[in-house]
C-alpha cells in the first residue's frame, strides 16, 4: 500500500514549521504548499496519496474556500477530505466553509491533541479505501486471469479454441462490414509424435513454444494465431490484397515451422501440412471455414505433407505453379538457364536503331520456356529480384560495350529495375562497378523504373534514384499511363525518358481517345524536356502517326522482336547498313 500524505496550506511559513512539528508523532509524509496555487498543483499531482488537507482559510490572492470550492469542482481531487483551520468562530464563516468543500474545521490556537486525533481518522478512512481498492484490483486481476486461462492455451499463450472462436468471429465480422478477402491457415505438424516419443514431452513442448513464437512474428497486429491441439495450430490473415501476398505467408509458415530446435545437442526438425480457407470464398462462418481448411490441410498431408493446399481446386493450381516456379527459379541461375534478349528500339524520324532495351527470358530444364509475366512475379515474392536484376545489368552492359566497340557505335542499352532493387545499395553499386570494369559511359545506360516507385517517395528510394542520376546514368518511366501518377509529378525526380504503355498504342491511329491520351502525354512530357517511347508499335500507321506527334522514339515489332544476341547482331548489322523506313 503506497504511503499517505498530509498537505498543510498556510501562507506563513511560521504556521507551516508549527503544524509539522505537532503532527510528528502522526506516521505520514508531510507536503506543504504557501499559496492557493501551490495547493491546487500539488493535490493534483499527489491525488492517490492525500489523505487529508489542513487548509488556512485566511491567505492573500486566493482564500482558503476558493481553494476548496477549486478542489471540490476538479474530478481528479474532489474525494480529497479538507479540514479548516481558523481563527474565527463565526457561525457564517464555518457554514461557508462546509459549503465550499470541506469536511470540519479546527480553531486556532490549535490543541494538539484534538488536531492529532482528527487526522488519525482520516488517515484511517484513507487506509481503508486504499485497502478496499486494492482487493477489487486483485480481485480484478484474477478474474482476468482466469478469463485469460479459458481462452488461451497456458504453454505457448497463443488464443486455445474457445478463443480462436472469438477472434475468428470478430475477422468475419469486420471482413463482412469493410469487404475485404481474410484467410484460415490451418497448420498441422508433421513428425511432432516422433519428437514425444524419441526426446519426451520436455522437447515437444519447446518445439511447440518455439513454432508459436515463430508464427507470431510472421503475423501483424490485426492478424492471429492459436493452438488448438497438441501440434495443431491456426493463423488468421486479414485484409488480404492477393494471391501472391499470401503464398508467401504461407511459405513462410511453412520455412518458420520447420527451424530446428536445439535441444541439450541434437537439433530437432518438424515439417508442416497447411490447409487454407478464404473469407467470403470458402465459407462466411467460423465452422464452414475451419472444416473447409481442416479438409485442406489433410489433401495437404495426402500429397507427401510439408506442403499446403487450398480448398478450391482453382486456387490450389495456381498456388503449386508458382511454388513450383520459385522452386525452379532458385536453381535456374546456377544452371545458366537464363538468357537476355534485345529489343531495338527506334528514332521516330530516321527510322535508325538508337538503343536497345535488355529483356530476361527463361528456358527452364524443368518446365521449358516460361514467359516473363508468370516468372518474374514468382520471382519477387522468392526474394530473387535482387540477384537476377544484377545479373541482366552486368550480362546487357557487358553485351552494349561489346557492339559498341566492335561496330563503332554509341547505341544505349535500357534495363528494367524493380522497385525492390531501391531498397538496398546493391542495384546502385552494381552499376557503379560495370560503368568502371566496361568504362561504359554512364549516358549510354538508361535505368527503366516504374510510376509506383516515384509515388514511393521514401528518403531510402529518393536517395537511391539521385545517386542513379548523379553518376550521369538515364532514368526513364516504363509503362508510362497505366498507373497513378501524374506528368507533372516527374518534375521532382531526375527523370529523362517516359515511355507510353502499349495499351496507348494498339488501337491508333483510329481509337481517337487514345490518339488524343497519347497527343497530351507527348506534349506535356517535351514541355516537361523528357524524351518519348512509344511502347508497342506494331504497324507502319502507328508510326507514321506517332511521327506527326513529333514523338522521339518507337518500340515494338514493326520494328524488331525481342531477340537473343547472335540474331540481334545481325539485325543490327543489316540496320546499320539501312535504317527502317515507314511507307510512304
Not at 527 to 542: F, S, W
Request: aromatic share 8%; charged share 25%; glycine share 6%.
Amino acid at each position: 500500500m503506497p504511503e499517505a500524505k498530509i498537505l498543510i496550506v498556510d501562507d506563513t511559513k511560521a504556521n507551516l514549521v508549527a503544524l509539522q512539528v505537532l503532527l510528528k508523532p502522526v506516521e505520514a509524509n508531510i507536503l506543504t504548499a504557501d499559496s492557493g496555487e501551490q495547493a491546487l498543483l500539488a493535490a493534483e499531482q499527489n491525488e492517490d496519496h492525500i489523505a487529508l488537507i489542513l487548509l488556512d482559510v485566511q491567505m492573500p490572492v486566493m482564500d482558503g474556500f476558493e481553494v476548496a470550492r477549486l478542489l471540490n469542482e476538479n474530478e481528479r481531487t474532489r474525494s480529497i477530505p479538507i479540514i479548516f483551520i481558523t481563527a474565527t468562530q463565526d457561525d457564517g464563516q464555518i457554514e461557508k466553509a462546509y459549503l465550499s468543500g470541506a469536511v470540519d474545521y479546527i480553531e486556532k490556537p490549535i490543541r494538539k491533541t484534538a488536531l492529532i486525533s482528527k487526522v488519525l481518522v482520516f488517515l484511517d478512512l484513507w487506509s481503508l479505501r486504499h485497502g478496499l481498492e486494492l482487493e477489487v484490483e486483485q480481485r480484478r486481476v484474477a478474474e482476468h486471469r482466469v478469463e485469460h486461462l479459458a481462452t488461451h492455451d497456458p504453454l505457448t499463450n497463443l488464443s486455445n479454441r474457445r478463443g480462436l472462436y472469438e477472434e475468428l468471429s470478430e475477422l468475419i465480422y469486420r471482413s463482412r462490414r469493410y469487404n475485404f478477402s481474410s484467410a484460415v491457415i490451418y497448420v498441422d505438424l508433421d513428425g511432432f509424435k516422433h519428437v514425444n516419443d524419441h526426446f519426451g514431452h520436455e522437447a515437444g513442448d519447446k518445439l511447440l513454444i518455439q513454432v508459436a513464437e515463430n508464427f507470431k512474428g510472421i503475423v501483424r497486429q490485426t492478424d492471429a494465431v492459436a493452438r488448438i491441439g497438441g501440434d495443431e495450430f491456426i493463423v488468421l490473415l486479414t485484409d488480404i490484397d492477393s494471391e501472391t501476398t499470401l503464398i508467401t505467408k504461407i511459405e513462410k509458415l511453412l520455412t518458420e515451422a520447420s527451424n530446428p530446435l536445439d535441444f541439450k545437442g541434437h537439433n530437432i526438425t518438424v515439417g508442416a501440412s497447411i490447409g487454407v480457407a478464404l473469407y467470403p470464398d470458402h465459407g462466411d462462418d467460423v465452422e464452414t471455414l475451419l472444416h473447409h481448411a481442416d479438409q485442406a490441410m489433410y489433401q495437404a498431408k495426402n500429397q507427401g505433407k510439408n506442403t499446403f493446399r487450398f480448398f478450391t481446386e482453382d486456387i490450389n493450381i495456381k498456388a503449386h505453379r508458382q511454388r513450383e516456379l520459385q522452386d525452379n527459379l532458385r536453381k535456374a541461375l546456377p544452371n545458366d538457364e537464363f538468357t537476355v534478349f534485345f529489343q531495338p528500339i527506334v528514332d521516330a524520324r530516321s527510322g535508325q536503331v538508337v538503343s536497345a532495351e535488355a529483356l530476361l527470358r527463361w528456358e527452364s530444364a524443368n518446365l521449358g520456356q516460361v514467359f516473363p509475366d508468370e516468372f518474374i512475379p514468382a520471382a519477387e515474392s522468392a526474394g530473387l529480384i535482387p540477384e537476377l536484376g544484377c545479373w541482366v545489368l552486368k550480362k546487357a552492359i557487358e553485351t552494349g560495350a561489346h557492339w559498341n566497340q566492335q561496330f563503332g557505335i554509341g547505341l544505349r542499352i535500357a534495363v528494367n529495375a524493380s522497385s525492390i532493387q531501391f531498397r538496398n545499395n546493391l542495384l546502385f553499386d552494381t552499376i557503379k562497378e560495370q560503368l568502371e570494369t566496361h568504362a561504359w559511359n554512364p549516358d549510354l545506360l538508361e535505368v527503366e523504373i516504374t510510376e509506383g516507385l516515384l509515388l514511393d517517395d521514401s528518403p531510402e528510394v529518393n536517395t537511391y534514384i539521385d545517386e542513379i542520376s548523379n553518376c550521369g546514368v538515364r532514368l526513364s518511366v516504363d509503362d508510362f499511363g497505366t498507373g497513378f501518377s501524374a506528368l507533372s509529378y516527374l518534375k521532382n525526380y531526375p527523370v529523362n525518358t517516359v515511355k507510353i504503355d502499349r495499351s496507348f498504342i494498339m488501337d491508333l491511329p483510329d481509337d481517337k481517345e487514345n490518339a488524343v491520351l497519347v497527343q497530351a502525354i507527348i506534349a506535356m512530357a517535351q514541355g516537361l524536356r523528357l524524351e518519348v517511347i512509344a511502347e508497342g508499335v506494331e504497324t507502319a500507321e502507328q508510326w507514321e502517326y506517332l511521327k506527326s506527334l513529333n514523338c522521339d522514339f518507337v518500340q515494338g515489332y514493326f520494328f524488331g522482336k525481342p531477340m537473343p544476341r547472335a540474331e540481334f547482331e545481325e539485325f543490327l548489322v543489316a540496320q546499320l547498313e539501312k535504317p527502317i523506313q515507314a511507307q510512304s
